[in-house]
């Protein structure tokens, strides 16, 4: 219904929006790669829609992103940040990551692509390695806490205060009990972050 829309170029979600404060980390390791002892690799884990990287602008470098055709029923994929693509040995397009997303065990995931790193966690730390999963190959033990917690990315040419009111219209029209929080435009998020960091700097400015 969203894409519908003409003011909405591309529409995302995802388990944990940047610059949220909020984590989702899992071990995981390259299929048939040795680890040492008590080596644990742990990488971010991004659950997201196939609108989600276009919405945020985020380029896949090296082989394909995620499509409708990414379903329960097709063979698992997951993209990788350029950040885990570089520390860690044989992880690359065509490999086979193990992660351990549920409470069965580590499940095996098809390396589909790799896409440029972003900054989720703090704008000015180096980008963590992160997995990205298809929503529609979440396992079975994630569903209920992503059906309660999403957050959704909207490329839009409309006004952000207007938009929303039209977001929460078409979500209730799906789902009338559904709580909305949160809502506001990307600048306004990166303003937040970097706002105590200014005004600390502003003080410092001052008193020298």
Same mark, same amino acid.
């Given at each position: 219904r969203l894409r519908? @829309?003409?003011?909405?170029?591309?529409?995302?979600?995802? !388990?944990?929006?940047?610059?949220?404060? &909020?984590?989702?980390?899992?071990?995981?390791?390259?299929?048939?790669?040795? *680890?040492e002892a008590g080596e644990r690799a742990m990488a971010n884990l991004r659950v997201v829609s196939p609108g989600y990287?276009?919405?945020?602008?985020?380029?896949?470098?090296?082989?394909?992103?995620?499509?409708?055709?990414?379903?329960?029923?097709?063979?698992?994929?997951?993209?990788? @940040?350029?950040?885990?693509?570089?520390?860690?040995? +044989?992880?690359r397009v065509g490999k086979r990551l193990l992660i !351990? +997303?549920? !409470?069965?065990?580590?499940?095996?995931?098809?390396?589909?692509?790799?896409?440029?790193?972003?900054?989720?966690?703090? *704008?000015?730390?180096?980008?963590?390695? +992160?997995?990205? &999963?298809? &929503?529609?190959?979440?396992?079975? +033990?994630?569903?209920?806490? *992503?059906?309660? !917690?999403q957050f959704w990315v909207i490329k839009t040419t409309a006004d952000p205060a207007a938009f929303a009111r039209t977001f929460v219209a078409q979500l209730r029209a799906v789902d009338a009990d559904a709580a909305v929080s949160g809502q506001r435009a990307m600048r306004q998020t990166f303003d937040a972050w970097l706002g105590p960091r200014r005004f600390t700097l502003s003080l410092l400015g001052a008193f020298a």
């Open positions: 519908q @829309s003409p003011d909405v170029a591309h529409v995302g979600m995802i !388990n944990v929006a940047p610059l949220s404060g &909020l984590l989702a980390a899992v071990p995981f390791s390259v299929e048939g790669a040795a *680890l990287l276009p919405a945020l602008e985020a380029p896949v470098i090296e082989g394909r992103g995620f499509t409708e055709n990414d379903r329960a029923d097709t063979p698992a994929v997951a993209l990788i @940040s350029e950040t885990l693509a570089r520390t860690t040995p +044989d992880a !351990n +997303d549920n !409470n069965d065990g580590p499940r095996a995931v098809q390396i589909v692509g790799v896409i440029r790193d972003m900054r989720h966690t703090a *704008l000015d730390q180096p980008p963590a390695p +992160d997995i990205y &999963l298809p &929503l529609r190959q979440t396992h079975r +033990d994630r569903v209920a806490a *992503l059906a309660t !917690n």
